[in-house]
């Protein structure tokens, strides 16, 4: 896989549509890490092809 479609970036409207799955709050976009941020679950979810991940397994935790 190339690093260019690794850090292909999602559709900007499907971003305004997505919530954390375990929380339902909303998630801010970090463009350098291409993942999606829930501040109140502390998690990271990835993004890999354009295509969010939006598994809690899947997802990072946020350290304090």
């Known amino acids: 896989m190339s ?13 305004e549509l997505l919530v954390c799955p375990q929380t339902h ?3 801010v976009y970090d463009r350098d890490a291409n993942e999606l941020i829930s501040k109140k679950a ?3 979810f990835p993004i890999r092809e354009g295509v969010p991940i939006m598994l809690v397994d899947e997802a990072r935790r946020l350290d304090d």
């Open 3 to 15: 690093k260019e479609t690794e850090t292909r970036q999602p559709d900007p409207k499907m971003l």
């Open 25 to 27: 709050g909303p998630l």
């Open 42 to 44: 502390k998690l990271a």
